[in-house]
């Protein structure tokens, strides 16, 4: 059982180019989230999904979008990347989003914009 | 407005020397607490989580938290540190109407001298 995998795993990029970063769990949790990881600011949460065909703004969503066709994908695009969203970005993922259950975390894709 | 405060921002401490890690948080009721910790280079685990009952919780890799209404804390506490310890702890609270969504504490790095 793999858990959560994200791709790639680190990304150089050009700024104002288009970006998805990938996700995919396999414990068919209903939830998932997309957080992104800064140094002395821990992790904000950027989108996250309470189920399949839902989606909802977190923290700092602004810049990024993102869709659950399904229970299993969650990927989270960057239209025109800015060299601000050079950062670690986690996906996570939990059984459901209603009983604060614990949250399963990606391994984390390194993306910088330049 | 800031949820969670870890107020040390990295802490160093011996091998063998016991360990406190702090973290406040401001919500009026009672947020389900969580402590997750993030090795090098990898995403972040479940230590140890608070939603109800004995205020006293044990985790793996021999953690403990002990939750403090009157002081709005959740400190994670181990008595022996190990090299191994060595990491980034962070406090993460959920609450109210979000319980899925977590709002994390900026982090504290623990460094273990032999």
């Not at chain 1, 990029?13 to 140094?39: I, P, S, V």
């Not at chain 2, 969580?34 to 953690?63: A, E, N, R």
Request: aromatic letters at 12%; hydrophobic letters at 35%; charged letters at 15%.
């Amino acid at each position: 059982i793999a858990g959560i995998t994200q791709a790639p795993t680190s990304q150089i990029l050009a700024a104002g180019r288009r970006m998805t970063l990938r996700c995919t769990q396999d414990m068919r949790h209903n939830a998932m989230y997309w957080y992104r990881q800064d140094l002395g600011l821990g992790l904000r949460l950027i989108h996250y999904s309470n189920t399949a065909g839902t989606t909802g703004k977190g923290e700092v969503p602004d810049g990024y979008s993102v869709s659950r066709a399904n229970t299993d994908d969650f990927p989270l695009t960057l239209a025109s990347a800015v060299p601000s969203q050079t950062s670690v970005y986690f996906c996570a993922s939990s059984e459901d989003s209603l009983r604060g259950n614990e949250q399963f975390f990606g391994p984390g894709t390194r993306l910088t914009v330049l | 407005a800031q949820s969670v405060t870890q107020p040390d921002i990295h802490i160093t401490v011996s091998e063998g020397a016991s360990l406190e890690l702090r973290c406040n948080y401001s919500y009026g009721a009672t947020p389900y607490l969580f402590w997750y910790v993030q090795s090098p280079g990898q995403g972040l685990q479940l230590l140890l989580k608070y939603f109800s009952g004995d205020t006293l919780v044990q985790g793996i890799k021999g953690f403990e938290a002990e939750f403090k209404r009157s002081q709005s804390s959740f400190n994670l506490r181990k008595p022996s540190v190990h090299w191994s310890d060595a990491a980034e702890y962070f406090c993460a609270v959920a609450r109210g109407s979000t319980l899925g969504r977590l709002y994390f504490g900026r982090g504290t790095q623990l460094t273990v001298w032999p």
